[in-house]
């Protein structure tokens, strides 16, 4: 009872300093998702973020095995799912990823690589409270298979190669106007006719 008394407290105590450094933050630094979060910051979030993931949860192994089959279905996964935040790479850098507060992070980097692989299922499945990352998880068994599949894929990411990193950018979803280009071209190649565009200005509703 002592124990789980003063771990509380400590929670209470971190949360009491965030909460402290996050009204700073916005009266000095403002609102903006541009800024990125200050070192201290940092440290609060990544402490509170371990004392958040139960120690059962932080030890789980990955049940899953790692296999060509379950790293090709991760790899799908991710490029439709992840990468317009995470980048196909794992980088972070793409415009939404770097909108992000915090920013997304490089996934290949020692701050993910050296987390547990609960730690890092149980962010995919639950996500993470006042950042950009959503909880994923069904609460089904095909959904958390889902999950571990892609822990072993982000294990994956500092020796991804270029020939997956194409396939990838297949399997990323695309705009509109991209599926419009690519059709476009193709008739084009096709020697079909291709639609002249629209250049009425005029405002409509």
């Known amino acids: ?47 509170m973020r371990k004392l958040a993931t139960p120690r059962a949860v932080r030890e ?3 049940p899953v095995p790692r296999t060509e089959a379950v790293l ?18 794992g980088s972070g850098d793409t415009e939404m990823g770097r909108g992000l507060y915090p920013r997304a992070p490089d996934l290949r980097g020692a701050r993910t ?7 890092i299922f149980s962010i995919i499945e639950n996500g993470v409270r006042l950042t950009g990352m959503p909880a994923w998880g069904t609460g089904t068994p095909d959904g958390e298979r889902a999950s571990w599949a892609l822990v072993h894929f982000i294990r994956h990411l500092p020796s991804l190669t270029a020939e997956e990193k194409a396939r990838m950018e297949a399997m990323n979803p695309r705009s ?8 476009e071209a193709r008739r084009f190649l096709a020697g079909e006719d291709v639609p002249q565009p629209n250049h009425d200005t005029t405002h409509q509703h």
Not at 77 to 83: E, K, Q, T
Not at 113 to 119: K, T
Not at 176 to 183: G, M, N, T
């Open 1 to 47: 009872m002592d124990k789980l008394l003063r771990i509380l407290g400590l929670i209470l105590i971190v949360a009491l300093v965030a909460g402290a450094i996050a009204a700073y933050s916005i009266l000095h630094r403002g609102l903006s998702t541009r800024t990125a979060p200050s070192a201290v910051e940092e440290a609060i979030a990544l402490t």
């Open 176 to 183: 509109a106007e991209e599926w419009r280009d690519d059709e």
């Open 72 to 89: 090709n279905d991760a790899i799908a996964h991710f490029a439709d799912h992840c990468a317009v935040c995470h980048a196909n790479d």
């Open 60 to 62: 789980r192994t990955n």
């Open 113 to 119: 690589q050296q987390l547990s692989d609960g730690e």
